[in-house]
């Protein structure tokens, strides 16, 4: 039997789709194109309207498909299966419909569809794991949900309040992935700063410690981080812990603070500048990046243009830059959606180069610059690709038996996207 997964969104659902991928492949799928597929699976996000628009999109051509193939299963997961059910549930081709909160449910949840489908309960055997989309760098989730509620934003509503899974489960994973072979993992959450408030005697400051003890893992890195959580102490912890990357994502979303506490981020652009300076004075050899959205209810010109104005301060290394979409449930839903898209297009081009500008100007002092890569792949081209440190990408020549290496690059040229070079 044959199975298509397609996944939408963020890391956290990346994830959720690797657990997925596990767990049909436990039970006897091969992965496949979706026309052969006698199981199909949308691992959905609702963070825009957008991202919601091109999973609709996608279930007309499987409403098609279905209607010529009655057996086929079809399931929606993910984010809107929890924001969008209503909508989802008049969809009568769809067989399961599971949200991010009830995902432990569904091998159970799969195997009583295709009992009632007339396929044979598949083989299955426990524990399930991650079908881990490469051999080098994990996820791991810390924390699950989000308790922040920033006023644009669905995900408390669709993924539950903030939890930190008990830390020991979390180092016994790490300690399997390490021997497995894993060099890297990304601890995952929403806010991973507040990793640990609700359990006594822990942070996410010691769960890095901690970590780090772990042998055989040679970088962690984690995302998201909440610059209101973020604190020096945590900072001078980074510095101190080799094994953690000098990468900082820290989303501000607005340079306005009539913006920033309409948003309720809880912070202000003074606090969020002072902690970049705090960063680049104590880890001066670092990367900081960021998110942002374009026409929020509350930005005019004026508040754009303190945002502008914050770009330039810290000019970012990557900036992920979004129009703001209205989503229904949210408190800022009530204020409308008063700037015009073609307004918010010329912002969001605006800060895209910008961004472009800024990007430059950050790589440029690194042509000459001797880094460290973890080599994750090879593109088309038959170059391998890696990451340093920084979460920066490049480009070199070298032997496939690289793969999965710490190696030393030597970076000859660069555009604000990526690096180039060769390997010493
Ligand atoms: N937890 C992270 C944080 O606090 O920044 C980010 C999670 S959110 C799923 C990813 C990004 O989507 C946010 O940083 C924000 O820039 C963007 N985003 C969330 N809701 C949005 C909305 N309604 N419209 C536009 N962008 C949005
Ligand atoms: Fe959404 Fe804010 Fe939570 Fe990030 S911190 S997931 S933006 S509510
Ligand atoms: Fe992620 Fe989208 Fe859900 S960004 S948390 S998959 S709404």
């Not at 079809?74 to 924001?83: D, E, F, H, L, Y």
């Not at 006594?200 to 780090?212: D, N, Q, T, V």
């Not at 930005?299 to 303190?306: C, I, K, T």
Request: with cysteine; aromatic share 8%; hydrophobic share 35%.
């Amino acid at each position: 039997m044959k199975y298509f997964l397609k996944t939408y969104g963020c890391q956290m659902n990346i994830h959720d789709s690797e657990f997925i991928s596990g767990v049909v492949e436990e039970m006897g799928f091969f992965p496949s194109p979706p026309d052969e597929a006698d199981l199909i699976i949308l691992n959905t996000c609702s963070v825009r309207d957008r991202a919601e628009q091109k999973v609709r999109t996608y279930l007309g051509d499987l409403k098609k498909i279905k209607s010529k193939n009655p057996r086929l299963v079809i399931g929606v997961m993910g984010c809107m299966a929890s924001r969008a059910r209503d909508y989802l549930e008049r969809l009568n081709f769809l067989d399961f419909l599971l949200g991010p909160t009830q995902i432990e449910s569904f091998p159970a949840v799969l195997s009583g569809v295709l009992k009632n489908k007339g396929i044979s309960p598949p083989r299955v055997s426990l524990p399930f794991k991650y079908k881990r989309a490469d051999k080098i760098s994990a996820y791991v989730n810390i924390t699950l949900g989000c308790s922040n509620f920033c006023s644009y934003c669905v995900v408390p509503y669709v993924r539950g309040r903030e939890r930190s899974r008990p830390p020991e489960e979390i180092i016994e994973e790490i300690k399997d992935l390490s021997g497995c072979g894993f060099l890297e993992v990304i601890l995952l959450g929403q806010n991973v700063n507040a990793y640990g408030k609700e359990i006594p005697g822990w942070s996410f400051e010691r769960l890095l410690e901690k970590i780090a003890e772990i042998d055989g893992i040679q970088r962690i890195r984690y995302t998201t981080s909440h610059p209101r959580d973020f604190t020096k102490s945590l900072v001078l912890k980074i510095k101190n812990l080799p094994k953690v990357c000098e990468h900082f994502h820290l989303p501000v979303q607005s340079g306005s603070n009539k913006v920033l506490e309409s948003m309720n981020r809880g912070y202000s652009r003074e606090e969020y500048l002072d902690l970049v300076s705090f960063i680049r004075e104590e880890v001066p050899v670092s990367s900081i990046t960021t998110d942002l959205i374009v026409g929020y209810p509350e930005e005019g010109e004026r508040e754009f243009l303190e945002t502008v104005d914050l770009m330039e301060r810290v000019k970012f290394d990557h900036a992920y830059i979004l129009t703001y979409s209205p989503r229904p449930g949210t408190s800022a839903f009530s204020l409308g959606d008063p700037v015009p898209s073609s307004e918010k297009e010329r912002r969001l081009h605006f800060l895209q180069e910008k961004q472009r500008q800024h990007s430059l100007f950050r790589n440029l002092p690194l042509k000459g610059e001797t880094l460290e890569v973890l080599v994750e792949g090879k593109d088309p081209k038959g170059n391998l690709i890696g990451r340093t440190r920084t979460n920066k990408e490049a480009f070199f020549r070298g032997e496939e038996s690289l793969l999965g290496k710490l190696v030393r690059v030597k970076i000859e040229e660069v555009t604000p996207w990526s690096l180039k070079g060769k390997e010493l």
